[in-house]
């Protein structure tokens, strides 16, 4: 909270616990308000089972938080399907948004050094309008917490041409032009897995199920490569010699690969503002997580963001295939 000198925080979970720890710093004294709550959401616990009996956890009354306008954003270590239901439950969906999505940070050659990606697991699947808002979503974040004034986006398929993929990928294509003059973005058509991590595009789009996948093994793969390298310079005297005197680089490397840098997945299509660190994060990257909490309040993104997807509908809602009342078929088909 030293770097956010405006923050003020609501901390939920058990007040033994803690008072006693929010005590020891001083930097925190009138600027942090623990709130009780007598029991958690575990990571074993059931979406369904928190939907219903989730009431009086910590996790419950972070997201009540944002509901009753005590807090602008939430901020969560906790599991991840939990965490949407409740969302879902207690600050429902925007206007307009058929399936929230949550958006994640790619390593990238991209000067930022991070591409965006959304959906990554909020729902296992998305039909052409999840796509197109997607995008727009995608946009805004990139926006407003990138920095990018007119982001890239594409859609992730198995090739670029544009005969291939399923057919909601091919009926978002086709009406993504419209939505991105809308949105103010640019599109650049469809991008394959190994687009994620290029320059060519800021923004990468796709169903829960193909990005949770993608992103599961882009850290299992670093992680992999991680583990090479350590193995590597430790086989013999002149490996850890040369690891010794790579060291400056090496640790020029881990900084920009660094996820504790962007720890932080981010709810988008609510009506309120949620962050989702990693569970297993330390206190860099729950620093890092609530460090974007605070810019996001900071350029009022959910407005923003609601702003963008009424828009965006409007334009797909144009645009989008005609269905002939008496018969059901496309007549442009």
């Known amino acids: 909270m030293a770097l956010h000198p405006r923050m003020d925080a609501v901390l939920h979970g058990d007040e033994a616990v803690l008072a006693p720890l929010v005590a020891r710093h001083p930097i925190l004294n009138n600027r942090c308000t623990v709130r009780h709550a007598d029991r958690v959401v575990t990571m074993h616990d059931k979406p369904a089972q928190v939907m219903r009996h989730g009431a009086g956890t910590s996790m419950w009354g972070a997201i009540d938080s944002v509901k009753d306008g005590e807090a602008t954003v939430a901020v969560s270590c906790g599991n991840t399907g939990a965490l949407m239901a409740v969302s879902m439950l207690r600050l429902r969906k925007l206007p307009g948004v058929n399936r929230p999505a949550i958006a994640c940070m790619w390593p990238s050659r991209n000067p930022g050094g991070f591409n965006l990606m959304l959906d990554v697991g909020a729902d296992v699947k998305a039909e052409a309008d999840d796509l197109l808002q997607y995008a727009t979503m995608g946009a805004s974040y990139a926006r407003n917490g990138m920095g990018l004034a007119r982001p890239r986006i594409g859609i992730l398929n198995v090739g670029t041409e544009e005969h291939k993929g399923r057919a909601e990928l091919k009926e978002a294509h086709e009406r993504m032009p419209r939505v991105a003059e809308i949105g103010s973005f640019d599109y650049v058509g469809f991008v394959e897995g190994g687009d994620l991590p290029s320059n060519r595009v800021d923004v990468i789009v796709t169903d829960g199920f193909t990005g949770n ?116 078929s496309n007549p442009t088909e």
């Not at 996948?213 to 005297?237: N, Y």
């Not at 002149?238 to 900084?255: E, F, G, I, P, Y």
């Not at 997580?289 to 993104?301: K, N, P, S």
Request: without cysteine; aromatic residues 6%; positive net charge.
């Open 213 to 328: 996948v993608a992103l599961k093994t882009g850290e299992g793969t670093a992680k992999l490569i991680s583990d090479f390298m350590r193995d590597a310079f430790q086989v013999g005297f002149w490996s850890k010699v040369t690891a010794v005197l790579a060291m400056s680089s090496l640790k020029r490397l881990q900084k920009r690969m660094d996820p504790r840098r962007v720890n932080g997945g981010v709810f988008l299509g609510l009506n309120g503002t949620v962050v989702k660190s990693h569970g297993a994060a330390d206190a860099t990257g729950v620093a890092a997580a609530i460090g974007l909490a605070y810019q996001l309040a900071q350029v009022r993104f959910i407005e923003r963001l609601a702003a963008r997807v009424a828009s965006a509908e409007r334009a797909g809602q144009d645009d989008a295939p005609k269905t002939d009342a008496a018969t059901g």
